[in-house]
């Protein structure tokens, strides 16, 4: 056993007993964390607000070996996002970036820069930039620190380049990318998306590739530029890869059509 003590996301609480909680939190160094908070359901709680959802806290642990639930010995608040105060949707977009990030990624694995990006998200919605701008590039941010980005460009099955001079283009979350008319009868779950539809996509992939993953700024064209079928079908590319890559429909998804309008 060790004692730890680095930054954390709080995403996660669940009652342990009368006076405890398990909190999952994203940690800067040393990833996901699950960890037992004695005698934080108390009225006088020794951890005060730095437990609360979406809070960005430092915190003390002590990592256990195997799979036994760590044990939190000390959390102070250092800042705490207020999309709430901004609308309902920020709100429920900061609540989604939470549960991908719990969902794609695996207790004490380290995922440099990851802690960042979710911050900046929520700074981002703080201060009501766009939750359809924000919520895109922290998905797509999300998934090239995981090393799952899609293919944009070249079919997914032969390699070939994508034509983009045609009425729609062919799709496959589950298998990494487009596909090109030939392959696309043998692949499973085709999305037809508008050539605009992908050019935004692989525009978004180059500049996170070009900043090695780093925060990037909103889009030079503004989301709500697109039009409303570009715009859900950009949802419905990004739904579709969350929901192969976790195995499951987050429940926060549900929340979010408010962004292909």
Known sequence: MSLEKTEAIVLKTVEWSETSLIVTLFTRDFGKVSAIAKGARRLKSPFESALDLLSLSSVVFLKKSGESLDLLTEAKLVRRFRSASVGLLPLYCGYYAGELINALTENHEPIAGLLESLCHALEELDRQASPATTILDFELQTIQRLGHMPSWRWCVACGEEIETDRQSIAFS???????????APTQRSILRIK????????SKAMELSESGAANIVAERTPFTAHSPQVRAEIRGVMEQLVICLSERRLRMLDYLEDLKR
């Open 195 to 202: 050539p605009q539809t992908l050019e935004v996509l692989e």
């Open 173 to 183: 979350a589950s298998s990494g990318g487009v596909v090109c008319p030939n392959c």
